[in-house]
């Protein structure tokens, strides 16, 4: 069978995973089915909002399922034959009875350089740590979390001024671009991978809304700007300004400004982070100006 005409069910869910499937729909790969997670509430209105792969698959007559347990997908799968599994972006753990439906397995592509930054948050870690780089990782999927054999890597170079949103645009276009190339050779069984060095694994964990917080006794000014960065999406980075709690947009880090305002905040390394934009209580986004001469007056 020529590669992409073998049936390929696709798992995902984030905008990622949108621009992964959109490729290889475009590319002529034989999508057949998309598991993604079940309709959600969303925003102040909680209105009911579907995955955006959804939406994708729907446009193109691909058959969906949404299982509440992954269990649910096992009949879905099987009426397939012989398919392989695309999972990008999925937000759930595949347990190996899944994996064992598919042939050659499922192909997983991971916005990090593995083994560095196993987890669900590498996007936000590479900028939080200020890396060089950073890059996508095409592998195969196994039960224990990102650690299967990686078939490619590409490097992505960072310039230090990246948003979050920013890098997962970059690491979108590049990976879907790289997983479309490369899908060929691994479904034909032409290309081999790689074992990971497990003892160069690094982790990143799943964010939470407090760790949005500053701290400006606890952090160095360069490290409360990385984190209005990378946080940028989720879980937003906050900061208490004359008893309003804010979240904050964009900012720079200073030694010290000629004239000191209150949105100029020393950290514990005797640096400043200078606010230039941010985002009310009241949901209102502001530049550092008119929060000056409006709410601080």
């Not at 590498?122 to 996508?136: K, V």
């Not at 917080?213 to 409360?224: C, G, K, P, R, S």
């Amino acid at each position: 069978m020529e590669s992409r005409k073998k049936p390929i069910i696709f798992f995902g869910t984030e905008e990622f995973s949108a621009v992964a499937l959109d490729k290889l729909i475009k590319d002529g790969y034989n999508i057949v089915g998309v598991i993604t997670k079940p309709d959600s509430k969303k925003g102040r209105g909680q209105k009911i909002s579907m995955p955006k792969v959804k939406e994708i698959a729907l446009q193109h007559k691909i058959q969906v399922l949404q299982p509440q347990k992954m269990s649910g997908a096992v009949e879905f799968i099987q009426q397939f034959d012989q398919p392989a599994g695309v999972l990008v972006s999925f937000g759930r753990i595949i347990p190996q009875r899944i994996i064992d439906l598919f042939t050659p397995g499922i192909i997983n592509l991971h916005p990090s350089l593995l083994p560095k930054y196993r987890g669900p948050s590498p996007i936000e870690t590479a900028i939080l740590n200020g890396d060089a780089e950073t890059g996508i990782s095409i592998m195969q999927l196994s039960a224990k979390m990102d650690a299967g054999p990686v078939y490619y890597q590409e490097t992505i170079p960072l310039s230090g001024d990246e948003k979050s949103s920013d890098l997962y645009e970059t690491t979108a276009k590049i990976g879907s671009e790289a997983l479309s190339n490369v899908l060929p050779a691994i479904l034909s069984g032409k290309m081999s991978a790689n074992t990971q060095n497990d003892t160069k694994a690094t982790y990143c964990k799943l964010l939470s809304k407090n760790d949005g917080l500053l701290d400006q006794h606890e952090m160095t000014a360069d490290e409360a700007e990385r984190r209005v960065r990378a946080y940028e999406i989720f879980p937003k980075t906050k900061l208490g300004i004359d008893n309003f709690l804010c979240i904050i947009t964009e900012a720079s880090v200073t030694n010290k400004p000629e004239q000191t305002t209150p949105l100029d905040i020393k950290f514990k390394d005797g640096r400043y982070l200078s606010i230039r934009t941010l985002i009310t209580p009241n949901g209102k986004q502001t530049d550092a100006k008119s929060f000056l001469n409006g709410y601080l007056k």
